[in-house]
């Protein structure tokens, strides 16, 4: 049990020394929030001033059903397809530009996937 709080804890301090370092200016830009999990992907665009989640995806929107020939791509491809289109979402909305927040993940694999998907949907970070 206590190592299983420690970990919380220590998950916890990455996320807080990520996000210390994403306001230290005071941001006037949405940011890209990536969340996963061993199964899952989700992303937001959150506007921080108003608390207000602009846009969001899953790859539940990219895979389909298990049968479908969508359903057999590799996490990598998933999660580049991801950043296409939480991409597209923002420019609906008319949000180029945003800060990117990983979270307390680690800069590669499909974060860093996720991160080339939306510049090349055309964001700014």
């Known amino acids: ?72 791509k590799k996490r990598m491809e998933i999660a580049k397809e991801l950043g296409g289109l939480i991409a597209k979402k923002a420019l609906e909305k008319k949000v180029k530009q945003i800060v990117f927040d990983r979270n307390r993940f680690t800069y590669h694999g499909v974060v860093k996937m996720i991160a080339e998907g939306a510049r090349e949907g055309g964001l700014e970070f």
Do not use: W, Y
């Open 1 to 72: 049990m206590k190592r299983i709080l420690l970990s919380e804890k220590k998950k916890n301090l990455r996320k807080q020394r990520v996000k210390a370092k994403i306001f230290r200016g005071g941001v006037t830009r949405p940011r890209l929030c990536v969340s996963k999990t061993n199964k899952h992907i989700f992303l937001q665009i959150i506007d921080d001033l108003k608390g207000v989640t602009l846009a969001s995806a899953s790859d539940k929107e990219v895979k389909g059903p298990k049968g479908a020939p969508l359903g057999d």
